[in-house]
T-cell receptor, first 116, second 112 residues
């Protein structure tokens, strides 16, 4: 499968614990995006990278959230001191270089986080 | 602030009937609009984008800037069209914003 992959697919944790998710984009894609989707809602943009540079962060990304893409390939999203409100599906997407919107975002299967 | 509104959470139509999924947006600049679809147990995927003016799987959508709408239409629904449909907007906020703003989605059910 050469699509976007995410690990783990499911994560159950206790409130207050730290969690880290990984996203591997399609290999030639230099842009990588993180979204969060809660029940009954559409995906909400969190942040995106162009290569290793984090270019935009949503106000949804609180201080407890941090994302990295150290070598411009895979990315990690860490949530510190998790809260029950962090329970959601975390989606990763990637797309090819260029500024035109004809370059669509390809989504991964998501990581479902449950905070007890 | 940009916003996408999909007024219907659920839409149920019979096979062969026309389908229209509504999408309205709020954005001060010149937006780019998309429809994404998520079939059961599959990942989110692009269905169509306004800039291409294409028809995919019989679906079309026209951007109406006067009404700030981007409704998705299909003249004859098929059972395999049952899925969640999300309207999304890509806008520019001066800093090269590239993230998509999604609506809450419409669950389309095609009854046999």
């Amino acid at each position: 499968d050469t699509g976007v992959s995410q690990n783990p697919r499911h994560k159950i944790t206790k409130r207050g614990q730290n969690v880290t998710f990984r996203c591997d984009p399609i290999s030639e894609h230099n842009r990588l995006y993180w979204y969060r989707q809660t029940l009954g809602q559409g995906p909400e943009f969190l942040t995106y990278f162009q290569n290793e540079a984090q270019l935009e962060k949503s106000r949804l990304l609180s201080d407890r959230f941090s994302a990295e893409r150290p070598k411009g390939s895979f990315s990690t999203l860490e949530i510190q001191r998790t809260e029950q409100g962090d329970s959601a599906m975390y989606l990763c997407a990637s797309r090819r270089p260029g500024t035109s919107s004809i370059y669509e975002q390809f989504f991964g299967p998501g990581t479902r986080l449950t905070v007890l | 602030a940009q916003r996408v509104t999909q007024p219907e959470k659920l839409l149920s139509v019979f096979k062969g009937a026309p389908v229209e999924l509504k999408c309205n947006y709020s954005y001060s600049g010149s937006p780019e609009l998309f429809w994404y679809v998520q079939y059961s147990r599959q990942r989110l995927q692009l269905l169509l984008r306004h800039i291409s003016r294409e028809s995919i799987k019989g679906f079309t959508a026209d951007l109406n800037k006067g009404e700030t709408s981007f409704h998705l239409k299909k003249p004859f629904a098929q059972e395999e069209d049952s899925a969640m449909y999300y309207c999304a907007l890509r806008g520019y906020s001066g800093g090269g914003a590239d993230g998509l703003t999604f609506g809450k989605g419409t669950h389309l059910i095609i009854q046999p």
